[in-house]
């Protein structure tokens, strides 16, 4: 394969081609001739010919990340323009045994107030930013989340803990207090 370079800015571009030429010369033993650079009528023509395809390259990239950003990636896709969404609350701390004893005093109390409980108990042992709002992490759809917590949220009972769960931030207790299932 030769190895050679058009450089857009014409000032360097001979100068960068020579580089590079050399350096593919001495690297595959043979010759490489230059490639001279672009002028700036030339740029300026690549330019508006590519005008019409840019909006449509970016939407295809950003498409191709969210695919490939979600967990499931097309489980995830259909997900966001499905309707499926929960909303919850979590608690997360670093030492499984803490996450054990909040989970078994939260269980312990009364259940009619569990969600002002457990807005509490966020705010005062959670590691996690959403603290400072009682550990509620608003309303989300199904890929928004890493695997295990998306997993017990959208499969998990509506009112009731869910946890310790082990993610690769620490250990979730989770409270799902309103969960809409995909339309049929």
């Given at each position: 394969?030769?190895?050679?370079?058009?450089?857009?800015?014409?000032?360097?571009?001979?100068?960068?081609?020579?580089?590079?030429?050399?350096?593919?010369?001495?690297?595959?033993?043979?010759?490489?001739?230059?490639?001279?650079?672009?002028?700036?009528?030339?740029?300026?023509q690549i330019?508006?010919?590519l005008e019409d395809?840019?909006?449509?390259?970016?939407?295809?990239?950003?498409?191709?990340?969210?695919?490939?950003?979600?967990?499931?990636?097309?489980?995830?896709?259909?997900?966001?323009?499905?309707?499926?969404?929960?909303?919850?609350?979590?608690?997360?701390?670093?030492?499984?045994?803490?996450?054990?004893?909040?989970?078994?005093?939260?269980?312990?109390?009364?259940?009619?107030?569990?969600?002002?409980?457990?807005?509490?108990?966020?705010?005062?042992?959670?590691?996690?930013?959403?603290?400072?709002?009682?550990?509620?992490?608003?309303?989300?759809?199904?890929?928004?989340?890493?695997?295990?917590?998306?997993?017990?949220?959208?499969?998990?009972?509506?009112?009731?803990?869910?946890?310790?769960?082990?993610?690769?931030?620490?250990?979730?207790?989770?409270?799902?207090?309103?969960?809409?299932?995909?339309?049929?």
């Amino acid at each position: 394969a030769v190895a050679s370079m058009a450089c857009i800015a014409p000032q360097t571009g001979a100068l960068v081609s020579r580089r590079v030429s050399a350096r593919a010369s001495r690297a595959i033993g043979r010759r490489v001739a230059p490639v001279r650079a672009l002028g700036a009528g030339e740029v300026a023509q690549i330019a508006d010919s590519l005008e019409d395809v840019i909006p449509q390259v970016a939407v295809a990239l950003s498409v191709g990340a969210i695919l490939y950003a979600s967990a499931g990636s097309l489980k995830g896709f259909a997900a966001l323009l499905g309707g499926e969404e929960a909303t919850a609350s979590h608690i997360l701390v670093k030492d499984p045994t803490l996450a054990q004893s909040l989970l078994e005093r939260l269980q312990d109390g009364p259940q009619d107030n569990l969600e002002d409980r457990f807005a509490r108990e966020a705010g005062k042992y959670s590691e996690c930013p959403s603290k400072s709002k009682g550990g509620s992490l608003g309303t989300f759809k199904p890929g928004q989340m890493v695997k295990e917590f998306n997993d017990a949220v959208f499969q998990g009972p509506v009112g009731t803990i869910q946890g310790p769960v082990k993610t690769q931030f620490g250990w979730h207790l989770i409270l799902v207090t309103d969960r809409k299932e995909k339309e049929a």
